[in-house]
Structures are given as structure tokens and as C-alpha cells.
């Protein structure tokens, strides 16, 4: 069954959840000499493994405030450092500079450290430490920690750390009124369908939390764009077949030209042998109930997808596709300790004209993004779903929030390949922690115009 989501009016739209761009103020005193200097910091999660953060303090024997700023990248303890088993991750310093001051020649901390925390499988602010062979016994424990929500980043707090001229603050406060929606623009129809081997027992269950977060995820930004519908649909379990399938394309997704097209894929894909376009083959079978029926009779190649919907006149087509890219013997690795690392986080503002630029842009274009390239496996975790969708995720997040400006589909899905093949090359596919997990580097081809 259909289901559809129609444009209601809102004054707010708030991000939530795990995983989302978060700021967090934290407090902590460093010794010198007879006594200690004291910090505020606030910390901005980028979530494409970057962030800034800025550090205010007064140096010894001065009353005045400085302000400094740093570049953070966020590093894992290498395997078989000294505390590469304390589940902690690093975010280190780097860059400084002062705002409006010189150089005070004080220490400055080398890296903020965030801990697992074992009752919600979080990684929460832990403290700041001078290299990652610091353990936790080590680590110069965080005084304060306050994540922050964006009613409390009001213009009065955010100018505690930036400047008015800067363009953290000019994003927020003065250039994310972008013009109203023009009638063509609000009559967009946003189209999902997400087709889903959720009854699979290796993978159902990641494939599940993907085609979860995925309507959500879309669902949010219709309501942020104030466009007409979300209209959404799903394949799964019984209905787990390439004819159902077939059928949902000619009769589910019947977008108006300046509509929106999603397809969604998430479950087995595999390579056909005799086939070198680079897209995977998506395997229709529940191999519960279907196990002898010929996979490649009961197969749909993502290549002859992107054709179909892209027939049908979309201003954006979108086909993902969650799955390997193999050859069909070979299945998904299930990681159960992930390098993606779940954080809290209420999310910041996105900004209007970023979400237009991506999803609401003249230009007719239709992107086939594949969780892997020829002859890789997509890796998945019970927890959050694939790394692909997850990371896909993050990346649009990234660019809709403040710190992106003119953005595209082609930054978009940058940020998705460089993250998913350094999250996946830092993964562990057993539990023992002596097997990493394979290459992978999604696949993407973007295509404009109408046909």
C-alpha cells in the first residue's frame, strides 16, 4: 500500500537523533605551572569526519578572553596501539589560530577523545589527551559536557564564540532566508520506492533498518522544503519479487516532470559475468522460499532500472543500491564492531538555499549510486544498516547544513566514497578482531538531461 505524506506548514523543523551534525560545549582545566588554565569549547561535528572547534580561555597572568579555532579530523587508535581496545575515538586539533589576538605561547590540547558507552552503544565526550597511545586511565577528563539543541544556539550564544562577521554565524543568523518557494517549486511531488530483502537471514535485518531510515530521511526533507508530497511504497517480504517489483515501476512511480524519483535497493546484488556495465544485478529472490529458482532469471540489473525510470521524465532520479556487487556466491559482510561511529546529536539547521541547490535544481538529472564498485562487497551492521545508506545519509546531511555552501551531487557522493572506503578499511569483520573487512568504494555515475 501507498502511503502519502502531504505538505503540512510549520514554523520549526528540528534534526534528531543518532548520527546527526551536533555541537557539543565542553569545559575542562589544564595545570600550569602553580595553578591551571580553565576552557570552553565548542565542539561541531561535521559528521564526514571533520568538525571545528573553537577554545576560549584567558592566558596566565592576563584577564583578557581569547578565542582560538582548529580544524578536527576524526583518526581511530591504529590496531595494536596501546589502547586500541578501550573502544575510544579521537578527534585531533589541528590548525590553530587566534581570533583577533596573537599567539599566548600557552599548551593547547592535541586531541578531543569520545568513549563508548556500554549501556547505549554511544560514543560520548570523554576528555582531551595528548596523543592516541593515551588510555583512559591517562585521559584529562572533560569537566562539563552539554550537547547542545538549537534552541539553545541562539544568536546571544553562538557570538560567545564566533564573530558576527564569520561565516559559521552569518550562516545561521543572516544568510539562511533564501527566497520562498515558487508554485512550481511547491507543487513538487517527492516519489520513494524501496524495495527491501528484509526476511533474509544474514542481512534482513540491515536491510530493514535501511529502508526505515530511508523514509524518514526523506520524509524530513520534504517537510523541510515545504513541497507538496512524499509519496512512498515498499517491496518487502512476501512481496519480495522481481515481477512486483516490475509492476510498483510501470504503476507506482508515475512522477509529474518536475517531480522527484527515488528507487531504493537493498538486499543481494551480484555481478553478471557477461554483462561490463558496472552497476550491480539485484538478486529478486527470497532465499528462504526461493532458494532453487535461477538467480539470474530472477534478477534486475540497476543499469536497465536507471533506464526505465529515467523514461519517465523526473527532474531528479535517484537509484541506490544497497547490496554487493560481487560474484553470487559471495554474501554481505556483517560487521559487528563498525568504524562508523553512532553519536548523539539534535542536528543544526539546514539551510534552505543548500537543499534547493540539491533537490530542487533546474537541471534534469538521474545519478545511479551503487554501494560498491565491480567485483566489492557492500558491508552492513545490525545496528544502523549499510555503510553505503548510512554514510549516503551523512553526506546529504553535511551538505545541507551550514558549513557547505553552492553544493552538489557530485560533493555529495565524493564525501560518500572517501567515507565509506575509510570507514570500511577500519572495520573488523569478526569478532576476534583479526579479519578486516574487504574494499569498498560505491560506484556512482550522474547523468544529465531528460533521456
Not at 72 to 83: D, H, R, T
Not at 111 to 118: A, I, Q, R, S, V
Not at 262 to 277: K, L
Amino acid at each position: 500500500m501507498r502511503k502519502i505524506l502531504i505538505f503540512v506548514c510549520v514554523q520549526s523543523f528540528i534534526l534528531s537523533g543518532v548520527n546527526a551534525q551536533s555541537v557539543y560545549e565542553l569545559s575542562f582545566s589544564v595545570p600550569n605551572g602553580t595553578g591551571n588554565i580553565s576552557y570552553n569549547a565548542l565542539f561541531v561535528d561535521y559528521l564526514d569526519g571533520k568538525g571545528n572547534v573553537r577554545l576560549r580561555f584567558a592566558a596566565p597572568g592576563s584577564t583578557d578572553s581569547l578565542l582560538a579555532d582548529f580544524a578536527v579530523q576524526e583518526e581511530f587508535a591504529e590496531p595494536g596501539a596501546l589502547c586500541s581496545g578501550e573502544d575510544l575515538l579521537f578527534y585531533k586539533l589541528q590548525n590553530p589560530r587566534f581570533i583577533e589576538s596573537t599567539d599566548p605561547a600557552v599548551i593547547l590540547p592535541a586531541y578531543f577523545c569520545f568513549k563508548k558507552e556500554p549501556l547505549t552503544g554511544l560514543y560520548e565526550p570523554l576528555g582531551i589527551a595528548n596523543s592516541q597511545n593515551d588510555c583512559i586511565a591517562n585521559i584529562n577528563k572533560f569537566s562539563a559536557v552539554a550537547l547542545k539543541t538549537q534552541n539553545e544556539i541562539t544568536k546571544e550564544y553562538v557570538l560567545t564564540y564566533f564573530k558576527a562577521y564569520e561565516p559559521f554565524y552569518r550562516s545561521l543568523f543572516v544568510t539562511n532566508n533564501a527566497k520562498a518557494l515558487t508554485n512550481s517549486e511547491r507543487n513538487v511531488k517527492l516519489y520513494l520506492l524501496f524495495v527491501a530483502n528484509v526476511t533474509d537471514a544474514e542481512i534482513g535485518i540491515a536491510d530493514r533498518k535501511n529502508m526505515t531510515e530511508a523514509i524518514s530521511f526523506f520524509g524530513k526533507i520534504k517537510d523541510f522544503l515545504g513541497i507538496s508530497a512524499f509519496i512512498y511504497d515498499t517491496v518487502t517480504g512476501r512481496d519480495f519479487n522481481k515481477e512486483k517489483v516490475l509492476n510498483k515501476i510501470n504503476t507506482f512511480l508515475t512522477p509529474a516532470p518536475n517531480d522527484i524519483v527515488i528507487f531504493y535497493y537493498s538486499g543481494h546484488g551480484f555481478r553478471q559475468p557477461r554483462d561490463g556495465r558496472p552497476g550491480p544485478y539485484m538478486d529478486m529472490r527470497d532465499l528462504v522460499i526461493d532458494k532453487k529458482k535461477k538467480y539470474l532469471e530472477n534478477a534486475l540489473s540497476s543499469e536497465d532500472i536507471v533506464q526505465q525510470i529515467r523514461k519517465k521524465g523526473a527532474r531528479l532520479n535517484l537509484i541506490l543500491t544497497d547490496c554487493c556487487n560481487d560474484n553470487v556466491t559471495s554474501t554481505n559482510p556483517m560487521a559487528t564492531d563498525p568504524a562508523i561511529v553512532p553519536k548523539k546529536g539534535f542536528g543544526l539547521n539546514w539551510s534552505v538555499q543548500n537543499c534547493r541547490d540539491l533537490f530542487l535544481n533546474a537541471m534534469p538529472t538521474t545519478i545511479l549510486a551503487a554501494a560498491a564498485s565491480p567485483y566489492q562487497l557492500g558491508i552492513s551492521n545490525p545496528q544502523f544498516g549499510g555503510y553505503f545508506s548510512t554514510l549516503f545519509r551523512n553526506a546529504v546531511e553535511t551538505h545541507l547544513g551550514f558549513s557547505k555552501t553552492k553544493v552538489t551531487w557530485d560533493s555529495v557522493f565524493a564525501q560518500t566514497k572517501q567515507q565509506t572506503e575509510f570507514k570500511a578499511s577500519r572495520t573488523w569483520c569478526n569478532v576476534q578482531k583479526t579479519i578486516k573487512c574487504n574494499r569498498q568504494m560505491p560506484y556512482v555515475n550522474i547523468m544529465y538531461g531528460r533521456f
